[in-house]
């Protein structure tokens, strides 16, 4: 029982007004951001996705900061002051995450034009069908690689090259994690849908007012959860977690080889399913 009290799911109804003054850190500033270009949509007549969208990019470095919230509640299972840690990371990861959000962006713009535009195509001719079949598993490997970015961004100093690496390698790395985050929001998105859909009037207000402050605290919730466990044996495990990566003989035997045989630049290389500092980096960087 005392263990079941103190997984993701349990702290996420006990924790759960914590959680929610974090989620409105976040939608706060993205329903503001979001509503300035649906405006400037309306207002220049360029009514559609390219302009509606570009409110992600102001809005990733709070996303951030709800990320790591997220993470010190669910995973770490750590009890801390929500603001301080929402703006510390905020004003950590500030210019990596605005970088993100332009990353963030042209995957929900350019998969929503594509998707849209081949499937009109693909209801009359059956060639454009299996492109868009091919548009739309391209676009949810891309959507999975975005529910890895903010989590590697906000917990390893990576250079951005090594945060996308990493993510594109878990995209396949982890692919039953990825496929229950995936059905796991698909469900709550099919709800929030669903709400917008039978709902008019007053009532539509209320679901949109109640989607923007919960859909994306929640979705950041299942999706940090359900990820963090392959990440940590990926990459390594977080900070304040009293836990050790336990490798075996043979673990060893593969990483000494691997170290070898390292042709690389980067500062740090993928081994045995985790990242690892360089040696020939950190040797090279001893001798300057």
């Known amino acids: 029982m005392k263990r079941f009290n103190d997984s993701s799911l349990a702290r996420f109804f006990t924790r759960f007004p914590k959680l929610l003054l974090a989620g409105l850190l976040f939608s706060v500033p993205f329903a503001a951001f979001s509503g300035l270009f649906?405006?400037?949509?309306?207002?220049?007549g360029f009514n559609n996705v390219i302009l509606w969208s570009l409110g992600v990019i102001p809005s990733m470095p709070f996303y951030s900061g709800l990320v790591m919230v997220i993470r010190k509640y669910s995973v770490e299972k750590q009890d801390v002051n929500v603001f301080s840690v929402f703006v510390q990371a905020f004003?950590?990861?500030f210019k990596k995450s605005l970088f993100n959000?332009?990353?963030a962006y042209l995957v929900v713009a350019c998969s929503f034009f594509a998707i849209l535009y081949y499937g009109t195509l693909a209801q009359s001719d059956m060639v454009f069908g299996?492109?868009?079949?091919i548009y739309i598993v391209f676009s949810?490997?891309?959507?999975i690689m975005m529910f890895y970015v903010p989590l590697l961004t906000v917990t390893y100093e990576l250079r951005l090259r090594d945060i996308y690496k990493n993510s594109l390698l878990l995209i396949v790395g982890k692919i039953l994690r990825n496929l229950a985050a995936l059905v796991l929001l698909a469900i709550v998105s099919a709800a929030v849908f669903l709400g917008l859909i039978y709902s008019?009037?007053?009532m539509f207000?209320?679901?949109v007012a109640v989607s923007v402050i919960l859909y994306p605290m929640i979705a950041t919730y299942i999706i940090v959860s359900v990820i963090a466990k392959g990440v940590q044996e990926s990459v390594g495990y977080f900070t304040g977690e009293n836990v050790e990566y336990v490798e075996t003989?043979?673990?060893?035997?593969?990483?000494k080889e691997a170290i070898q045989n390292a042709d690389s630049d980067d500062d740090y290389i993928f081994v045995n399913g985790r990242m690892i500092k360089n040696p020939a980096k950190a040797i090279a960087e001893d001798k300057d």
């Not at 649906?38 to 220049?44: D, T, V």
């Not at 299996?130 to 079949?133: D, E, N």
């Not at 949810?140 to 959507?143: E, F, G, T």
């Not at 003989?249 to 990483?255: I, M, S, Y």
């Open 38 to 44: 649906i405006l400037i949509s309306y207002l220049s």
């Open 91 to 93: 004003k950590d990861n």
């Open 101 to 103: 959000g332009v990353i």
């Open 130 to 133: 299996y492109v868009f079949t």
């Open 140 to 143: 949810i490997a891309l959507i």
């Open 200 to 202: 008019s009037g007053i």
């Open 205 to 207: 207000g209320i679901v």
């Open 249 to 255: 003989e043979e673990d060893l035997k593969r990483e």
